[in-house]
């Protein structure tokens, strides 16, 4: 079975820091991938960044950063330099990569609220 | 535009009624996926169809059915509406088989069961 968690159910943040949010997961898959969505309060799901389990380095997009940690299975976001607009429900997701019906489903934690102030 | 549209937007209904919520996936995806995302149970994967077969089934109530169309856009009907059917219902679409693809997803139908 799959599981994500997000323990941390609101973050708050100064404009300009940088802020990690946390996300674990438990898969008996060899080969899986993670992903990084923001959901703002209009309500859309916004990809944000994926790292393979294979990858050795971890993923970068622009503010955005993946602290990968295989051993450890954990796969925390870090934004830098937060904004205003950074505010919103932050979700960790998984999708097992070699596994035959269910290739392609994305598993979800329960998401962590960021707020960024002034 | 994120390429999956999703019609309608808003759904206000009554308990008992039926509904159908319609998903376009991104040009060239064939594959389609229905969540469901309500406070309590947080995102909850409905069903997967791939080129128009069912591929996966997940917490998808016997009430609700789906189908994916020749034209690969794809239909959530559901049926005898209750209360707790409230909540933002996502359609994605991907590429299935790319290791680096993730989702895309639409904006969501809120469906509200008065």
């Known amino acids: 079975a799959q599981k994500i968690t997000q323990t941390q159910p609101g973050m708050f943040v100064q404009e300009k820091e940088a802020v990690t949010l946390d996300c674990t997961y438990d898969?008996?898959?060899?080969?899986?991938?993670l992903f990084w969505y923001k959901q703002p309060s209009s309500g859309e799901m916004i990809f944000l960044i994926y790292?393979?389990?294979?990858?050795?380095q971890n993923a970068t997009e622009g503010r955005y950063s993946l602290n990968f940690q295989k051993a450890r299975k954990s796969a925390n976001l870090v934004i830098s330099a937060s904004q205003l607009g950074d505010s919103a429900m932050y979700f960790c997701?998984?999708?097992?990569?070699?596994?035959?019906?269910?290739?392609?489903?994305?598993?979800f934690g329960r998401g962590t609220q960021l707020t960024v102030w002034p | 535009d994120s390429g999956v549209t999703q019609t309608p937007k808003h759904l206000i209904t009554a308990t008992g009624q039926r509904v159908t919520l319609r998903c376009s996936p991104r040009?060239?995806?064939?594959?389609v996926y229905w969540y469901q995302q309500s406070l309590d149970q947080g995102l909850q994967f409905l069903i997967q169809y791939y080129n128009g077969e069912e591929r996966a089934k997940g917490n998808i109530l016997e009430r609700f059915s789906a189908q994916q169309f020749p034209d690969l856009h794809s239909e959530l009907n559901l049926s005898s509406l209750e209360l707790g059917d409230s909540a933002l219902y996502f359609c994605?679409?991907?590429?299935?088989?790319?290791?680096?693809?993730?989702?895309?997803f639409g904006s969501g139908t809120r469906l509200t069961v008065v």
């Open positions: 997701a998984m999708r097992p990569l070699d596994r035959g019906s269910t290739l392609g489903r994305l598993y």
């Open positions: 040009s060239g995806d064939l594959s």
């Open positions: 898969t008996s898959d060899p080969s899986y991938g």
């Open positions: 994605a679409s991907s590429a299935l088989g790319g290791r680096d693809y993730g989702y895309t």
């Open positions: 790292q393979g389990s294979y990858d050795q």
